[in-house]
Each structure stands twice: as structure tokens, then as C-alpha cells.
């Protein structure tokens, strides 16, 4: 089993930034790549980012727009998401995800493991 534990969501004005962390216990963190999620009020769950066991190898969601940063310190086995340019539509609850393999085909698939998520709200 992996537990995923996320922090550092809350409220900031558009134009702020967050940081987000996902502290990973269980078994070894280099086994899985990582991801971040979002889902806003609705049935759709959004793919914001991946990064794979090593680092070297990054995709995001095209919403972002290069305004997120995914990274992972595998010493401290946490990933996180650095949030630059925050608009309302950002406006969700931030789910971390750890997946199958320390790779990824298609980051939108393949998640293993799910943290419970913390919400960001971004106020115009």
C-alpha cells in the first residue's frame, strides 16, 4: 500500500502562488511516477501534472500553460507542485496521485493510488 498525504492548499487572490506537497510513505517512492489532479464542482477529474521516478521527465495539462512547476524530492519522498499565476478557474480540490510504475505512457491513466486531496480557492 502508498499513502499519499497532501498539503499546503488554502485561499489566495488571483495573480498568487501556491505550494503544494505530497508526503508518500508505504513502500519505496522511486517505485512510482507522480501526478497531480484537480476537480472543480462536476464529475470530471482534471490532469494538471506528472513527473516520473527520476525527475528527468515532466508533461502537464494543457490548461496550465506553463504557469505550474511539478518536481519531486526523492530523499524526502514528496512531490510537489509549485503554482505561479493563480486564476478563479483554478479554483479546486488538488488530489496527488502515485502510478503503476515509476514511468508513464499516458499520465492521464495508469494511477495506482490517490491522496485525499486539499482544496485551493483562488479569489478574483
Known amino acids: 500500500q502508498v499513502q499519499l498525504v497532501e498539503s499546503g492548499g488554502g485561499a489566495v487572490q488571483a495573480g498568487g502562488s501556491l505550494r503544494l506537497s505530497c508526503a508518500v510513505s508505504?513502500?519505496?517512492?522511486?517505485?512510482?511516477?507522480m501526478g497531480w489532479f484537480r476537480q472543480a464542482p462536476g464529475p470530471e477529474r482534471e490532469f494538471v501534472a506528472a513527473?516520473?521516478?527520476?525527475?528527468?521527465?515532466?508533461a502537464y495539462g494543457n490548461s496550465m500553460n506553463g504557469r505550474f512547476t511539478i518536481s519531486r524530492d526523492n530523499a524526502k519522498s514528496t512531490v510537489y507542485l509549485q503554482m505561479n499565476s493563480l486564476k478563479p478557474e483554478d479554483t479546486a480540490v488538488y488530489y496527488c496521485?502515485?502510478?503503476?510504475?515509476?514511468?508513464?505512457?499516458?499520465?492521464?491513466?495508469?494511477?495506482?493510488?490517490w491522496g485525499e486531496g486539499t482544496l485551493v480557492t483562488v479569489s478574483s
Open positions: 508505504g513502500r519505496t517512492f522511486r517505485s512510482h511516477a
Open positions: 513527473i516520473n521516478w527520476s525527475g528527468g521527465r515532466t
Open positions: 496521485a502515485a502510478y503503476s510504475s515509476g514511468s508513464y505512457y499516458d499520465p492521464r491513466r495508469g494511477v495506482n493510488y
